[in-house]
């Protein structure tokens, strides 16, 4: 199990995963209210997805977390994993280990930039 502070760093990561994303892809990107709950640590992080961009993340109450649009859980290893590219993002999804609550359109747009 990883520290929060782990979880924190990964999380400002994929942020900056995501700004260093080709133009092109980051206008493909829906806006889209998104949570990360760390089911392990049982901490919460919500943002916005905005032209691209993770944006106005904080961490919050686990319970918030179902307000928004998009809604992943996994394990605080998981998480550092898939954002050091260890582990793919429909793999950790087929094999249960990243759980998604979306629109069927916005999964698969998910798992182009993961």
Do not use: C, Q, Y
Request: net charge negative.
């Amino acid at each position: 199990m990883a520290t929060i502070e782990a979880v924190r760093d990964a999380i400002t990561r994929l942020g900056a995963i995501l700004e260093h994303a080709e133009p092109e892809f980051r206008r493909k990107v829906p806006d889209r209210s998104v949570s990360v709950w760390i089911k392990d640590l049982d901490v919460a992080f919500a943002g916005r997805l905005e032209s691209g961009s993770l944006v106005d993340v904080l961490e919050t109450d686990p319970d918030e977390r179902r307000t928004a649009n998009l809604r992943l859980t996994m394990s605080s290893d998981d998480l550092i994993e898939l954002v050091e590219g260890r582990l793919h993002f429909g793999s950790g999804w087929a094999r249960g280990r990243i759980r998604v609550d979306a629109r069927l359109r916005d999964v698969l747009e998910l798992r182009t930039f993961l």
